[in-house]
Nanobody, 125 residues
């Protein structure tokens, strides 16, 4: 399975970006998909996740109400719509796939089997 993330860029505070993550896997619809981010000097952190069928979503508290994760099974793609961006959202964003999608540890990066290459998001103040 290969994941290809795109959509990052430079945006002013208050602006929006939509990240995309395209998957080559045929079992895409069964994977829990997640977005994580890592800022310089910080550990990678969970941002959002979505269940295999898209019925359940999870968010880090700091992005609730501003970010929306979604998926399109026909396109094997997961999205992260980011609105009202803040400078502290600046990071490299990674998409990831969890093949087994079990339990409630959706925030645990060690459970994800496949990772995209990352896309840079920079929010200027």
């Amino acid at each position: 399975v290969q994941l290809q993330a795109s959509g990052g860029g430079l945006v002013q505070a208050g602006g929006s970006l939509r990240l995309s993550c395209a998957s080559s896997g045929r079992a895409f619809s069964t994977y829990r998909m997640g977005w994580f981010r890592q800022a310089p000097g910080k550990e990678r952190e969970f941002v959002a996740a979505i269940s295999g069928r898209g019925g359940i979503t999870y968010y880090q508290d700091s992005v609730k109400g501003r970010f929306t994760i979604s998926r399109d099974g026909a396109k094997n793609t997961v999205y992260l719509q980011m609105n009202s961006l803040k400078p502290e959202d600046s990071a490299v964003y990674y998409c990831a796939a969890d093949r087994f999608a079990g339990g409630n540890n959706y925030y645990d990066s060690s459970l994800y089997d496949y990772w995209g290459q990352g896309t840079q998001v920079t929010v200027s103040s």
